[in-house]
Nanobody
Framework: QVQLVESGGGLVQAGGSLRLSCAAS????????MGWFRQAPGKEREFVAT???????YYADSVKGRFTISRDNAKNTVYLQMNSLKPEDTAVYYC????????????????????WGQGTQVTVSS
């Protein structure tokens, strides 16, 4: 059983930055792919970014060039650095983990992930 706890959300003005963290416990962190998803009010949860066990990264087009996902296996933590934030980035952000056997596949669908955090709210004001 893997437990994921997100932190770092908050209120920021458009153009600002936030860094989200997701601390994992209960599993072998280095063997998992990690992903960030978000869900805005009235909308479905959507993919934001993922990092494989080998460090490869992949982003949704809507955040490419503004967000950076990274992982620190020594700290069992995955990060999402969010720059140039826009009001449309407002959502609850969730991290998730998936067993990653090859390190060469990018997991972008909700059903590819096994464990989820409780989410952290990000609000971007205009």
């Amino acid at each position: 059983q893997v437990q994921l706890v997100e932190s770092g959300g908050g209120l920021v003005q458009a153009g600002g930055s936030l860094r989200l963290s997701c601390a994992a416990s209960g599993g072998t962190f280095s063997s998992y792919a990690m992903g960030w998803f978000r869900q805005a009010p009235g909308k479905e949860r959507e993919f934001v970014a993922t990092v494989t066990r080998s460090g490869g990264t992949y982003y949704a087009d809507s955040v490419k060039g503004r967000f950076t996902i990274s992982r620190d296996n020594a700290k069992n933590t995955v990060y999402l650095q969010m720059n140039s934030l826009k009001p449309e980035d407002t959502a609850v952000y969730y991290c998730a983990s998936s067993r990653d056997y090859s390190g060469r596949v990018y997991f972008t669908s909700l059903d590819e992930y096994d464990y989820w955090g409780q989410g952290t709210q990000v609000t971007v004001s205009s």
